[in-house]
């Protein structure tokens, strides 16, 4: 394999890097960020609002990304102009597929490493044919093989780093809310849809009443802003809901729980990412492309029909036994 570039040996290469705009995808792209930044770039990233709280315990400057095609234009000229201090030359890749992710960081002078999608090869210096059948966070990881001209083994987890002031939002939450060690964290929302069926599963509201008054354990929701805090408020009166938590004090939370229970969605994710006990209910998605990665995930399936709330409730039982067991 032809390396794409080699960083400098000093000082090190800065490298921009788009991130992808949902909290699963960035959340899988975290080892291969890890790998780049090991291999001696300096990475600095843009993506959407909540990535820089998400991304925190890394330490990697996280730009927020304009809404604009012209000020995202401007906004990688600005950081290219600045990072090229001292004879340095900035490179680029990008984790999108689209066109415009491509076409901006070129007109900006960051000719950069992404997949040959949609017809913008032309506007990469290295053009990664995208891996078929792969799961996501692979998908990632040969990009950044293409990018450093070198394989390596996936990782079988992904080393999240939380911030200290993550946990220390999480225990004034904790603390404040009357959370008990051995709480349960439920994801029961999920944006978009997977082959155009939806991914939240139906039985989500009976299964929390069920697990409080089976276990006696408190069931805590962290929902969005707007109509998924309203929807939980309507759909689960009994759960304990925590609105405006960031992705930091969300991961940090998910990292006390004794079991996350989650729909496919950004959060279940995060909850495998910091080695929560992690439940994924899937319905329509390949698990092989989508499931959460790392050795403490569970994962209820029955497709083509959704898992009745017996069998979750079996399951979610059977890993919180094994957990005090353990």
Excluded at 118 to 123: D, H, I, P, Q, V
Aim: hydrophobic share 40%.
């Amino acid at each position: 394999m032809t390396p794409a570039l080699s960083p400098s040996t000093a000082p090190p290469t800065p490298l921009i890097v788009r991130l992808r705009n949902w909290v699963g995808d960035v959340v899988l792209s975290v080892p291969t960020l890890q790998r780049l930044q090991a291999s001696g770039f300096e990475l600095h990233l843009v993506g959407k609002g909540w990535a820089g709280d998400l991304l925190a315990g890394f330490g990697w400057p996280v730009h927020k990304l304009p809404s604009g095609h012209f000020e995202r234009l401007s906004q990688l000229r600005q950081l290219k102009r600045s990072l090229s201090a001292g004879g340095r030359c900035p490179v680029g890749l990008t984790f999108p597929y689209s066109f415009s992710s491509a076409l901006e960081m070129r007109v900006a002078g960051l000719r950069p490493t992404g997949f040959s999608y949609e017809g913008r090869s032309l506007l990469l210096r290295h053009a990664v044919p995208r891996p078929s059948g792969l799961h996501t966070l692979e998908e990632y990881w040969a990009l950044g093989s293409a990018f450093l001209g070198r394989e390596a083994p996936l990782p079988a987890s992904i080393q999240w780093a939380v911030h200290p002031k993550a946990t220390a939002q999480a225990q004034a939450l904790q603390l404040n809310q009357g959370l008990k060690p051995g709480y349960v964290l439920a994801c029961p929302f999920a944006g978009g849809t997977f082959e155009s069926q939806d991914k939240r599963w139906p039985g989500f509201a009976e299964f929390i009443d069920r697990m409080m008054d089976q276990t006696g354990r408190q069931v805590v929701l962290c929902p969005g802003p707007g109509d998924e805090a309203t929807t939980a408020h309507r759909d689960h009166p009994r759960a304990i809901i925590l609105e405006g938590v960031g992705m930091g004090a969300y991961g940090a939370l998910m990292k006390q729980a004794a079991l996350v229970v989650s729909n496919d969605t950004g959060p279940g994710h995060l909850a495998a990412a910091v080695g929560a006990p992690l439940l994924s209910v899937l319905g329509p998605t390949e698990p092989g492309l989508w499931r959460p990665w790392g050795p403490g995930v569970h994962i209820e399936r029955h497709w083509p029909r959704w898992p009745q709330v017996d069998e979750v409730l079996a399951r979610a039982e059977s890993i919180l036994k094994s957990s005090i067991n353990g």
